[in-house]
């Protein structure tokens, strides 16, 4: 059964730091790329960021694009979100979520339970 | 970025209803479209991808059609467990987005 397990989130000061960790399982973790989603309050779905199996490959929403970094262990089977110089508006649930297909085109199959994270004085 | 429109926004339906939700591209993306339904405090659920195809164990009552800019997803007899919001996102470049979402309550 896959499952994705993420953790890392809580309430933090903007301009500060924070990481998310995805622990994943039930599938072979270094076939897949791998994503992270999140959700305001109230709000849509926002893709905030992707990694190739390798970490050849990456992309990042321009909200997030110079102060966000993901990265994954494929020992560890584990993605990660480095968030910097956080923001109030990056207040949201973060959602890690696993392509379908191994290659492109990228929409998910499975996705984490989330975690929220709160930016807030 | 191409930027993805949902319509409408809310939908209020009954039980039995044919129910019709709209998702606008703003530039063509072939068939690259999925649909999620989300209920509240629960992770998205993928019910169609390439605009068209069903996602193993989704009831056949949901389907989904069109090509390059608009794309439908229909219900075709609303059952008491699909009261939820649903979302529409697409995949043809790295960058992907999602529409706003379609809120369907129970008229």
């Known amino acids: 059964e896959v499952q994705l397990v993420e953790s890392g989130g809580g309430l933090v000061q903007p301009g500060r730091s924070l990481r998310l960790s995805c622990a994943a399982s039930?599938?072979?973790?270094?076939?897949?790329?791998m994503h992270w989603v999140r959700q305001a309050p109230g709000k849509g779905l926002e893709w905030v960021s992707g990694?190739?199996?390798?970490?050849?490959?990456?992309g990042y929403a321009d909200s997030v694009k110079g102060r966000f970094t993901i990265s994954r262990d494929n020992a560890k089977n584990s993605l990660y979100l480095q968030m910097n110089s956080l923001r109030a508006e990056d207040t949201a649930l973060y959602y890690c979520?696993?392509?379908?297909?191994?290659?492109?085109?990228?929409?998910?199959?499975?996705w984490g339970q989330g975690t929220l994270v709160t930016v807030s004085s | 970025d191409i930027q993805m429109t949902q319509s409408p926004s809310t939908l209020s339906a009954s039980v039995g209803d044919r129910v019709t939700i709209t998702c606008r591209a703003s530039?063509?993306?072939?068939?690259?479209l999925a649909w999620y339904q989300q209920k509240p405090g629960k992770a998205p659920k993928l019910l169609i991808y390439?605009?068209?195809s069903l996602e193993s164990g989704v009831p056949s009552r949901f389907s989904g059609s069109g090509s390059g800019t608009e794309f439908t997803l229909t219900i075709s007899s609303l059952q008491p467990d699909d009261f939820a919001t649903y979302y529409c996102?697409?995949?043809?470049?790295?960058?992907?987005?999602f529409g706003g979402g379609t809120k369907v309550e129970i008229k």
């Open positions: 979520a696993k392509p379908a297909s191994r290659g492109r085109p990228y929409y998910f199959d499975y």
């Open positions: 039930g599938f072979t973790f270094d076939d897949y790329a």
């Open positions: 990694i190739s199996w390798n970490s050849g490959s990456i």
């Open positions: 530039q063509s993306i072939s068939s690259w």
């Open positions: 390439k605009a068209s």
């Open positions: 996102q697409q995949y043809n470049s790295y960058s992907l987005t």
